[in-house]
């Protein structure tokens, strides 16, 4: 139902765009969002978007440097993530939540994408 694409390996201060490919359902029905984890850390929320396409959601850590969006016509989410920092490497995936926003627990996850970010 999610498939994320799009990480790699990235310079401090570089730019990455990762893609999250939804079934037409999901897009219709859920709000979605970006979550990270990193090794030996807690599970971070970083954005969101809502089921209207109206509101956005950031973790202050990215405020300013993410942005999420939606393209309902190629089922697609994207999370631009700009100027990159060591700290934003993690796991990154693709969640759907079954409300409005991306409150509470998600009803589906991709099999996420690595990002570094390293000299």
């Known amino acids: 139902q999610l498939v994320e694409s799009g990480g790699g390996l990235v310079q401090p201060g570089g730019s990455l765009r990762l893609s999250c490919a939804a079934s037409e359902f999901i897009l219709r029905l859920y709000a979605v969002g970006w979550f990270r984890q990193a090794p030996g850390k807690e599970r971070e929320k970083v954005s969101c978007i809502s089921k209207t396409d109206i509101g956005t959601e950031y973790v202050d850590s990215v405020k300013g440097r993410f942005t999420i969006s939606r393209d309902n016509v190629k089922n697609m989410v994207y999370l631009q993530m700009n100027s990159l920092k060591p700290e934003d490497t993690a796991v990154y995936y693709c969640?759907?939540?079954?409300?409005?926003?991306?409150?509470?627990?998600?009803?589906?996850r991709g099999q996420g994408t690595l990002v570094t970010v390293s000299s």
């Open positions: 969640t759907a939540y079954p409300g409005v926003s991306c409150a509470g627990l998600y009803e589906y």
